[in-house]
């Protein structure tokens, strides 16, 4: 697997950027790119694996076929009485046979790498599909966090490194980025609540300060309640008992 070269696109310290072609992100390009060509050269190998094995396979057809001529032939001498040119077909049969057999021990062990090779090709081409996945994944995260800059910065000191170390690097650099600001939001709440709570107490304590500067009111007694009653005007006094 190739190295990172760049990690994102463009020069270093310049921001990311869309690419016109395909319309995305160019973190990772550089990346995706070697895998790409890795892909290419690995689709290249199972077209010439494939080649090879249908090569091998005309050679065992045709040592086949001539094996079957050669007995032909052998058999022809033989109706002939010619035991020479007989013996001689039959040796040249039995080469044909040998090649054949080789051809075929060839073509089958052809076979089987092609089947090596293509697995290895879908394989290549699942993983590319998956780091374009995870590499969408962790913009999308610095998109939302707007720490496009910062993720940038750690992906520049990722050179050197393969798909999975840069991958797990930059998600551990987006886990930290999204804790600080989970962080960040919940001192900023704290605050918010703080400076509320300081300013309710300063306006209580405005309001008891001014209560506090007022004077008492006084007493005063309205005019029913002063006012002396019919039997004390007159100075008569209440109900008196007569003794017997």
Do not use: C, Y
Not at 124 to 135: P, Y
Not at 168 to 193: C, G, P, Q, V, W
Request: hydrophobic letters at 35%; charged letters at 35%.
């Amino acid at each position: 697997m190739g190295k990172i070269t760049p990690l994102f696109g463009g020069k270093a310290g310049e921001p990311a950027r869309k690419t016109a072609a395909d319309g995305d992100e160019p973190v990772l390009t550089g990346l995706i790119e070697a895998m790409t060509a890795e892909l290419v050269a690995a689709k290249n190998q199972v077209a010439d694996s494939k080649k090879e094995e249908r090569r091998l396979a005309r050679q065992g057809e045709l040592a086949a076929r001539a094996v079957s001529d050669w007995d032909q032939r052998a058999m022809a001498a033989v109706r002939a009485g010619d035991d020479v040119i007989a013996r001689d077909a039959l040796l040249r049969k039995r080469q044909h046979e040998l090649e054949h057999e080789r051809f075929g021990a060839a073509e089958t062990e052809q076979r089987q790498q092609t089947a090596v090779l293509t697995r290895a090709l879908v394989a290549l081409n699942v993983r590319i599909e998956e780091t374009k996945n995870q590499r969408d994944t962790v913009i999308a995260r610095a998109e939302r966090a707007d720490a496009l800059p910062e993720l940038e910065r750690e992906a520049e000191g990722s050179t050197g490194l393969d798909v999975d170390q840069a991958l797990k690097r930059l998600r551990a650099k987006m886990t930290d980025i999204e804790t600080e600001l989970e962080l960040s939001d919940e001192a900023i709440a704290n605050l918010a609540r703080e400076a509320r709570d300081d300013l309710r107490t300063r306006d209580e304590l405005t309001r008891l300060k001014r209560d506090a500067s007022k004077p008492l009111a006084k007493t005063v007694p309205d005019d029913e309640s002063s006012r002396p009653s019919a039997s004390q005007a007159v100075g008569v006094s209440g109900p008196q008992r007569t003794k017997r």
